[in-house]
């Protein structure tokens, strides 16, 4: 067997690749949904089937398709107490760049994406103290009117 034709193909197999092994790139929600039924967690999705897992995790379905599934023991220190927005964006505010931060402060990134913090504009706009207060202040009260009407 000669290594060019392993190449040739590489990790993007072209569309009528895909269609002859009928492999799927592009799922909806409700198939996704459906498929994530038959796990009892989100460990357990992930570990046995990872592609539908990030699947979920990229187009921010995650949260959506999990409802059903068991919560988990280890609970984000950044989404246990409430709402902690502000150390979120001190967190961010403290890293040198949006990797050190994805790196070292995983959870308070994870947290962040799950408010809808966007961390490129706070970086930068790091040096702004009104607009930080003012992105916390709305976050806060954005998560609040959530607890209070559902």
């Known amino acids: ?5 392993l190449t040739t193909i590489g990790t993007r197999a ?5 269609k002859k092994r009928g492999i799927r790139v592009k799922r909806t929600l409700e198939e996704v949904m459906e498929a ?5 967690t989100r460990g357990e999705l992930y570990k046995k089937d990872k592609a539908l897992y990030m ?4 187009r921010g379905w995650l949260d959506k398709v999990c409802v059903h599934m068991k919560p988990s023991r280890n609970k984000n220190k950044y989404v246990a107490s409430m709402p902690m927005i502000a150390k979120i964006v001190g967190t961010a505010v403290g890293c040198e760049s949006l990797v050190e931060l994805q790196v070292k402060f995983a959870g308070a990134y994870d947290a962040g994406l799950r408010y809808g913090v966007d961390f490129k504009e706070i970086f930068e706009r790091r040096d702004d103290a009104k607009y930080l207060q003012g992105l916390i202040r709305s976050a806060f009260q954005d998560r609040m009117s959530n607890i209070q009407s559902g």
């Open 1 to 5: 067997m000669r290594r060019g034709r």
């Open 36 to 40: 994530a039924k038959r796990y009892e």
């Open 55 to 58: 699947a979920a995790y990229t």
């Open 14 to 18: 072209s569309s009528a690749y895909r």
